[in-house]
């Protein structure tokens, strides 16, 4: 099958005035409708979305709403947040053009190349606007030293902070921190632990 590449600005209109930015797109297959308030595309095989802030791959990408603000990607996704160096894949991801706000499901994996962090959690909502990333379920991240997990976590990439929650814990090494909520500084490493506290920490030797 025929391969097409298309600004779609151009070709189909699918531009948002509102947005101020264009979509590029390319796939194997396109159906869609486009009327005075509701816009539809369907991108089928080897899809790919291009915004100004998003790069979306997926076996199948839909668009949706006035001036195609909703974007709706499944199937082996995977793609790039351009303006703060994101990289990730899930099974599902819900775009919104407008807010900015991105809801990755499945299986997410994220790397930060700017915080140089990895993190794996069931559902991710992603607030590019606040620089803040919400983890829910299964919450696993590794950032330099540190290996952190819990049920729910909220990271903060500008400040460089994650609030960790859902019976939390921190390894270091061999050192082990557990307690009822946690916070970690990247910047400084400084580990703050509130309610039910508990851990263990090896102790380090000088020769001198």
């Known amino acids: 099958m025929k391969k097409f590449f298309i600004v779609i600005a151009a070709a189909f209109h699918l531009v948002s005035l509102s947005f101020a930015e264009n979509i590029i797109f390319k796939a194997d297959f396109m159906s869609g409708k486009s009327s005075e308030k509701k816009d539809y595309a369907k991108l089928t095989g080897n899809a790919s979305i291009i915004t100004s802030t998003m790069e979306i791959y997926a076996d199948v990408i839909e668009l949706s709403g006035e001036n195609y603000r909703f974007i709706e990607a499944t199937g082996n996704v995977s793609g790039t947040n351009v303006k703060n ?3 990730f894949t899930c099974g599902q991801l819900l775009y919104d053009r407008e807010t900015e706000i991105a809801t990755l499901q499945n299986s997410v994996h994220l790397i930060d190349r700017e915080n140089e962090t ?71 490493q400084d580990i703050i632990l509130d309610g039910r506290v508990r851990g263990s920490v090896e102790e380090t030797k000088n020769n001198e």
């Open 85 to 87: 160096k994101i990289d």
């Open 118 to 188: 990895i993190a794996n959690a069931e559902i991710m909502d992603y607030d590019q606007n606040k620089s803040t990333i919400i983890m829910q379920i299964s919450v696993a991240m590794q950032q330099k030293d540190n290996i952190c997990v819990g049920s729910h976590a909220i990271y903060k990439t500008d400040a460089r902070t994650l609030f960790l929650s859902g019976n939390p814990q921190i390894t270091k090494g061999k050192d082990v921190f557990r307690a009822q909520e946690i916070e970690l500084n990247l910047d400084t």
